[in-house]
């Protein structure tokens, strides 16, 4: 008995894709707000918590220094400061922390600077 039922094999490469995006359009079109916000929420969680290597924490770390932008500093610290005191630091997170109050005195440094200046 043959079975005439068509499979993906049966498309080329141009008429899968339009599937693809026939179904894309469909599953978004069909989802509630709610339905939408969860499954971003979802796939956020598993790109950026599920970084692996260095090369793709630089990545998640650069897309969030561009979305908080001037505030990232002002997040790094509202988060040290909550995590740091709850448990002792490993020498990678004391590092960051000092770097983050050279930052800080080079900021105040400039900031003096800027205002001897005028």
């Known amino acids: ?25 469909s599953r978004v079109e069909s989802m509630t707000v709610n339905d939408l916000r969860g499954f971003v929420r979802e796939v956020l969680e598993l ?7 260095n090369q793709e924490e630089r990545e998640i770390w650069k897309e969030m ?8 500093e002002a997040k790094l610290k509202q988060i040290s400061k909550s995590k740091g005191s709850e448990r002792n630091m490993s020498p990678e997170e004391e590092e ?3 770097r983050l109050q050279v930052i800080e005195q080079r900021k105040q440094e400039e900031s003096q600077n800027n205002e001897d200046m005028w």
């Open 96 to 98: 960051f922390q000092k």
């Open 1 to 25: 008995m043959k079975n005439d039922e068509i499979s993906f094999k049966d498309l080329t490469k141009s008429q899968l894709d339009d599937l693809k995006d026939l179904y894309i359009d």
């Open 47 to 53: 790109q950026v918590r599920g970084t692996v290597g």
């Open 65 to 72: 220094k561009v979305h908080f932008d001037q505030d990232f």
